[in-house]
């Protein structure tokens, strides 16, 4: 499964190579682990992977769920996937020993997660929400709540729902008009209707619980008056049970209804819900933390989210460009234009100059891409466990700056990478009988799952970077700089550190260039934002690939050794991170100069010209 969805030697490079994730063993947290520890935990993903996972990556997508009114049914794989990613610890497998957890670090988590999402994201949705949600119970949430729902969460009885999104405000969070009203037992009655809910009703578990944003009545205006809720489907017993509601327990089904599913292009064995709250008198709601500081605690989960969908991305992109080479290699057709012999045997297309192009760029787009979101979540590990609170301070707003391009350019790029592997496939790409158009459509949802790219430019733009006086970005700015400075004295990168270089440069005149205009007239300056992101982040991804290409030209000069297999894999990375600099970063010169000149085209634009 791994050769074909993932390449191992590629995630070995990235834990170990890359990022050195055998130094977080000289933490204190994880002493008592080894790297052979981390093995067996990506060994046992895998294996689960391909087991419980793929084995209905197409059944999922062709049998979609259904609700009769009463009940939503899946397929039964579905539930037997969720128990064997509970019973080998996934969901708790982050927390301490003391809480029943593995103690694992999260780059090691969220790359088992990459092999769960690759052999199949439609499934992997509900334990990768069920993480989120956790978390922010186990970080904001009363002990009382804890204790009641966090195990249960843990063990795989009970599933999470993230519950932002209404029928008429998607993003505009500040407008949101679920509403929460104050009981005499302390709890809350809830009333409203949640849209596009993934997970929001299933059959794979004992209960779930919403973690629900909603305005207290009275509460301020906008994004200040908005508080957060855990809203269980199944209010359970004492004792915690869920079951015998209609034979007298104390457990008692919530007033949250299902109104209905929403049939989505891809994705399609996660259920996408609208949900109703209090159409019977109020659905009972428990404040998590403090009044009015729901979007704040929300966010942790929105960045967890979007990091994950950025893996989820990245990995889909990478499947499917583990086909389309595969279909490559082994597909005769045609000879090259050199040749004019009729009767000479065809060639595997990959001997063909384009097909070869259309590979490397998938190649550049894929392992950039995942390279990139294990960066970030080295870097969310760093804000726990980094040995200072100044390293841990300095991780925590290098990644704020940079979640918004790490979930937008794999959701973007990696995309891309689905389209071009159709392309390779020809015709066979475009027919069920291959996974590409499926990992197409599945992939589509994630440029707008957890924030547009719009979105995400405008909190770039408009937060993320003038943060501070810039300190996030100063400090990406220096790791950049510090890396084009380490490739420049390596005759095989010196061209390679130059363009990052230079393009660094420009980008920060850029920058600068853009707050100004900023100030000046907020509406224009960030009417360009998303130029802004699609460049910065191409900055960024050559970053990572001049990082990659540093290391494997070493490791090519210093070992005489290597099989060939291994020179093959740095050669490999060499060359991609040339194409990727040489090829696709260039292209942000244009880019740049329509943001350098606060070019008005689209912002004058009039909506009765259209």
């Given amino acids: 499964m791994s050769a074909q969805y993932l390449n191992d030697r590629d995630i070995e490079f990235l834990l170990y190579e890359f990022l050195d994730t055998?130094?977080?063993?000289?933490?204190?947290?994880?002493?008592?682990?080894?790297?052979?520890?981390?093995?067996?935990?990506?060994?046992?993903?895998?294996?689960?992977?391909?087991?419980?996972?793929?084995?209905?990556?197409?059944?999922?997508?062709?049998?979609?769920?259904t609700f009769d009114g009463e009940k939503v049914t899946l397929i039964p794989e579905t539930a037997e996937a969720w128990?064997?990613?509970?019973?080998?610890?996934?969901?708790?497998?982050?927390?301490?020993?003391?809480?029943?957890?593995?103690?694992?670090?999260?780059?090691?988590?969220?790359?088992?997660?990459?092999?769960?999402?690759?052999?199949?994201?439609?499934?992997?949705?509900?334990?990768?929400?069920?993480?989120?949600?956790?978390?922010?119970?186990?970080s904001f949430a009363s002990d009382e709540l804890k204790s009641r729902y966090l195990p249960p969460m843990m063990d795989g009885r009970y599933a999470g729902t993230m519950?932002?999104?209404?029928?008429?405000?998607?993003?505009?969070?500040?407008?949101?008009?679920?509403?929460?009203?104050?009981?005499?037992?302390?709890?809350?009655?809830?009333?409203?209707?949640?849209?596009?809910i993934s997970g929001g009703d299933q059959s794979i578990t004992e209960n779930i619980v919403h973690m629900v944003l909603a305005r207290i009545k009275g509460a301020p205006a906008g994004v200040k008056g908005i508080s957060l809720f855990l809203v269980p489907k199944v209010i359970p017993a004492e004792d915690g049970a869920v079951d015998g509601i209609e034979n007298g327990a104390e457990a008692v089904r919530n007033d949250v209804q299902l109104a209905g599913l929403l049939h989505k292009m891809g994705y399609r064995n996660t259920t996408s819900t609208?949900?109703?709250?209090?159409?019977?008198?109020?659905?009972?709601?428990?404040?998590?933390?403090?009044?009015?500081?729901?979007?704040?605690?929300?966010?942790?989960?929105?960045?967890?989210?979007?990091?994950?969908?950025?893996?989820?991305?990245?990995?889909?992109?990478?499947?499917?460009?583990?086909?389309?080479?595969?279909?490559?290699?082994?597909?005769?057709?045609?000879?090259?234009?050199?040749?004019?012999?009729?009767?000479?045997k065809q060639l595997p297309i990959i001997q063909h100059a384009d097909v070869r192009r259309l590979l490397l760029t998938q190649k550049s787009y894929v392992e950039g891409g995942l390279a990139l979101c294990l960066y970030a979540s080295s870097l969310f590990e760093d804000t726990h466990s980094a040995e200072t609170e100044g390293e841990r301070q300095q991780a925590a707003e290098l990644l704020d700056l940079l979640t918004p391009i790490v979930k937008s350019w794999p959701s973007k790029y990696c995309l891309k990478a689905n389209d071009l592997a159709i392309q390779v496939l020809g015709g066979s790409g475009y027919i069920r009988e291959y996974p590409l158009e499926q990992l197409y459509r599945d992939n589509r949802l994630n440029p707008i799952h957890e924030g547009t790219e719009g979105i995400q430019a405008l909190d770039l733009l408009g937060r993320k970077v003038p943060a501070k006086g810039l300190a996030a970005y100063k400090h990406l700015a220096t790791e950049i700089a510090k890396t084009v400075t380490d490739c420049g004295?390596?005759?095989?990168?010196?061209?390679?550190?130059?363009?990052?270089?230079?393009?660094?440069?420009?980008?920060?005149?850029?920058?600068?260039?853009?707050?100004?205009?900023?100030?000046?007239?907020?509406?224009?300056?960030?009417?360009?934002?998303?130029?802004?992101?699609?460049?910065?982040?191409?900055?960024?991804?050559?970053?990572?690939?001049?990082?990659?290409?540093?290391i494997a030209s070493q490791k090519l000069k210093s070992d005489s050794a290597l099989s060939d297999e291994e020179v093959n894999f740095y050669r490999g990375k060499l060359q991609a991170a040339r194409f990727y600099i040489e090829w696709e970063l260039p292209e942000i010169e244009p880019q740049l100069a329509l943001l350098d000149t606060g070019n008005r085209v689209p912002f004058e634009m009039q909506r009765d010209w259209f």
């Fill in 22 to 65: 055998e130094a977080l063993l000289q933490r204190p947290r994880y002493r008592e682990h080894s790297r052979e520890v981390f093995s067996a935990t990506l060994d046992t993903a895998k294996a689960i992977a391909e087991k419980y996972f793929a084995n209905h990556y197409s059944k999922g997508d062709a049998q979609e769920p």
């Fill in 83 to 138: 128990k064997a990613f509970a019973d080998a610890g996934f969901l708790a497998a982050h927390y301490d020993f003391e809480e029943g957890g593995m103690q694992l670090p999260e780059v090691v988590l969220r790359t088992a997660m990459a092999y769960i999402n690759a052999a199949n994201v439609g499934t992997a949705a509900y334990p990768f929400l069920t993480l989120g949600a956790a978390n922010l119970v186990r």
């Fill in 163 to 196: 519950a932002l999104t209404e029928p008429d405000q998607g993003s505009a969070l500040a407008d949101i008009r679920t509403t929460a009203t104050p009981a005499e037992d302390g709890s809350y009655r809830i009333h409203g209707q949640k849209m596009f």
């Fill in 274 to 344: 609208v949900l109703s709250f209090g159409e019977e008198g109020g659905a009972v709601g428990y404040l998590v933390g403090e009044p009015h500081k729901g979007l704040s605690y929300m966010f942790q989960l929105m960045n967890e989210a979007r990091i994950g969908v950025a893996t989820g991305a990245a990995v889909l992109g990478y499947r499917g460009y583990q086909h389309a080479l595969q279909y490559a290699k082994e597909r005769p057709q045609g000879r090259l234009p050199s040749n004019r012999d009729p009767q000479s």
């Fill in 489 to 550: 004295s390596d005759s095989e990168l010196q061209v390679l550190a130059k363009c990052v270089g230079d393009s660094l440069n420009h980008i920060n005149s850029t920058t600068e260039n853009l707050l100004g205009q900023m100030a000046a007239d907020a509406d224009l300056g960030l009417a360009n934002a998303t130029l802004y992101l699609d460049t910065l982040g191409r900055v960024v991804v050559s970053w990572i690939w001049l990082r990659q290409a540093h």
